[in-house]
């Protein structure tokens, strides 16, 4: 329950209209897309603008409440799920686009906004902002910001990451910082910008966000290429890079997952194949002609059985949005979905996606595997039941072993989804215990009374899941 005068205090800031407090809202923000994880929050706060987030976090930090910052909840993580109580703080009001910069190539935005509307604003005006979760149409900018979110089109366009070039953050003890600018050039100390993108709300709230573009590809193509055997398509995705092809798209959906988004989108995916390549090249026309042409032979050399070119932009498009539903598909055949994010050099695709399959079969489990194949980033997807205590265990033991392989071939326990609560058990495989160590110092410095989204990255044994916990 809010404490009664942390309630008033709030609503001077904010407004009654803005803290909200019943028991619906505090069940609808209890949880986010990550299965498993649910913990209510005291109270949910929208603020109006960079001020009123200082203001909450001042008061929260001489209070030692929690605070979750909240885009949309399309987390893969737990990241939103406020593990500790204390107020979730919503960007919903903070959802405007502020500037266009047409000489910079720059756009300023409030971190609420949604990241189709901000692709599709700077697209009507000639501009191209590269990353796109399969989530866009309801991910935030700040979530995509503090997640460090990829995309389908990340092969060749990088990752959020690479576009932000400047933020406005209120720290754990409320200072306001400003990093960056409309700079291509910029090393005046530290790199704040970095170190606050990929944080999942746990050094400070982004409050406000300088985004590069780029001009828009002039043209593109979209090809699909079937597979026999899977290992067949993941070598071909080692190959294409090999011989020095980036295609600014290259996605891999095994046979358990053609299937799944078949019955679901029906955009006549071959049910009968064992894998699918979805490759695309955008540029230059000739650039274009040229790359897609090699790739063909390239899939044809490596096996593939057929070999085909979206004969239509909104052929093209059916078999994008069919991919971007992947994770929609899966969740309609059993009611538990969990996704993963093990991640690998490019050149292991053929070798993890071989070792999720024995997985599978060790454990007896439904495994769909699709993903950014051309990144070497997987997301294999268990189908179960929450509720099957005894399949539950298998799939900690099968996710276990799968983080352990990607880590030995390479790769890391979360290409792209963030560690929050779920991945918090696994982070030291990854970083060691210095790694740890380094990143709570950091920690330390920025919020010294953890109250910014408390329970994340660092693992707690005793973190709550599964249940309502307050
Ligand atoms: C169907 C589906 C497909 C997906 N596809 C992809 C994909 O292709 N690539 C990918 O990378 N991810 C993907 N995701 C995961 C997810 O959509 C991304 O992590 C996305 O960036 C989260 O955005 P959000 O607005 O929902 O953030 P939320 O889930 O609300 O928050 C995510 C994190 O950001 C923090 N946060 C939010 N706003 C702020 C702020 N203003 N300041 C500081 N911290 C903040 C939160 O505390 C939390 O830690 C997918 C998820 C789903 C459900």
């Not at 995705?237 to 046979?255: G, H, K, M, N, Y």
């Not at 009968?272 to 032979?297: F, H, S, T, W």
């Not at 070119?309 to 598909?329: F, G, M, N, V």
């Not at 352990?404 to 560690?419: D, F, M, S, W």
Request: aromatic share 4%; net charge negative.
């Amino acid at each position: 329950m809010l404490d009664p005068d942390l309630k008033r205090r709030l609503i001077e800031i904010v407004g009654p209209e803005h803290v909200l407090d019943s028991n619906e809202i505090q069940l609808a923000y209890s949880y986010d897309a990550t299965p498993g994880f649910q913990s209510l929050p005291d109270a949910v706060v929208m603020p109006g603008s960079t001020e009123d987030v200082q203001k909450i976090v001042r008061l929260c930090n001489e209070t030692k409440t929690p605070i979750v910052a909240r885009g949309s909840g399309t987390n893969l993580s737990a990241g939103t799920c406020p593990l500790h109580g204390g107020i979730v703080l919503s960007f919903q009001r903070m959802n405007r686009i502020l500037e266009l910069d047409e000489e910079n190539l720059t756009v300023t935005v409030q971190p609420g906004v949604i990241t189709q509307t901000l692709c599709d604003y700077v697209e009507q005006r000639g501009f191209f902002y590269p990353p796109d979760p399969s989530s866009m149409r309801i991910s935030t900018i700040g979530g995509n910001i503090a997640e460090n979110s990829g995309g389908l089109r990340g092969l060749k366009y990088g990752v959020t990451r690479d576009y932000v070039l400047g933020l406005t953050v209120v720290l754990g003890n409320g200072d306001i910082i400003r990093t960056g600018g409309k700079l291509a050039k910029d090393v005046a100390g530290y790199d704040l910008t970095r170190l606050i993108v990929g944080s999942e709300g746990t050094l400070g709230i982004v409050t406000e966000a300088i985004l590069k573009l780029v001009p828009p590809p002039e043209t593109k193509q979209t090809l699909l290429a079937v597979y026999d055997r899977m290992e067949k398509a993941a070598e071909t995705v080692s190959e294409i890079i090999a011989q020095r092809i980036i295609p600014a798209t290259l996605e891999f959906l095994d046979q358990a997952t053609i299937e799944v988004v078949e019955d679901f989108a029906k955009v006549g995916l071959p049910t009968e194949a064992a894998a699918v390549l979805l490759i695309e090249q955008d540029g230059a026309p000739e650039v274009v002609d040229r790359d897609i042409q090699k790739i063909e032979r390239i899939c044809r050399d490596m096996g593939a059985t057929s070999v085909e070119r979206a004969a239509s932009e909104s052929e093209a498009d059916a078999l994008r949005t069919a991919r971007r539903t992947a994770l929609s598909a899966c969740a309609r055949k059993r009611p538990t979905t969990i996704l993963e994010d093990a991640t690998v050099p490019r050149s292991k695709v053929a070798e993890m996606v071989g070792a999720i399959n024995d997985v599978a079969k060790k454990y007896g489990l439904s495994i769909c595997t699709f993903g950014h194949a051309g990144d070497g980033n997987l997301h294999p997807t268990v189908l179960t039941d929450a509720r099957d205590k005894d399949e539950m265990a298998r799939v900690e033991q099968a996710f276990e072993e799968i983080f352990r392989k990607a880590i030995e071939l390479g790769g890391t326990i979360t290409g792209e989804h963030g560690v929050g609560a779920m991945k918090a058990p696994y982070l030291e495989w990854k970083i060691g215990k210095a790694g740890v160590h380094a990143m709570r110092a950091i920690k330390q410095a920025l919020d010294p009374n953890h109250i910014l989204n408390p329970g994340k990255l660092f693992y707690e044994p005793e973190a709550v899941t599964g249940e309502v916990a307050k």
